[in-house]
């Protein structure tokens, strides 16, 4: 599985920001498809991941973002709304096979105050 990554970019405090993660390869084996964030300095940590259908949050994001995933083009998207400066990170799209982790080359979403 190869996942490609983009939407990252500058924004001020209170605006917004729609990432995409296309998959591909051997995307049907695909079960578990989300997004994870590490700061300078600090551990890589979960934002959001979806499940067929059902979604899950970090509870500093929950209200703001919202994690959604289209099976037929395999790409899942995550919609950051009220962005705020401590959103700062470099997000990593994941997905999970039975077997297997996966994961993006990353991509730099910056929150300026």
């Known amino acids: 599985v190869q996942l490609q990554a983009s939407g990252g970019g500058l924004v001020q405090a209170g605006g917004s920001l729609r990432l995409s993660c296309a998959a591909s390869g051997s995307s049907l084996s695909i079960i578990v498809m989300g997004w994870y964030r590490q700061a300078p300095g600090k551990q890589r940590e979960l934002v959001a991941d979806?499940?067929?259908?059902?979604?899950n949050y970090a509870n500093s994001v929950k209200g703001r973002f919202t994690i959604s995933r289209d099976p037929a083009k395999d790409t899942v998207f995550l919609q950051m709304n009220s962005l705020k400066p401590e959103d700062t990170a470099v997000y990593y799209c994941n997905a999970c096979t039975r077997i297997d982790a996966y994961w993006g080359q990353g991509t730099l979403v910056t929150v300026s105050s």
């Open positions: 979806i499940v067929r259908g059902d979604t």
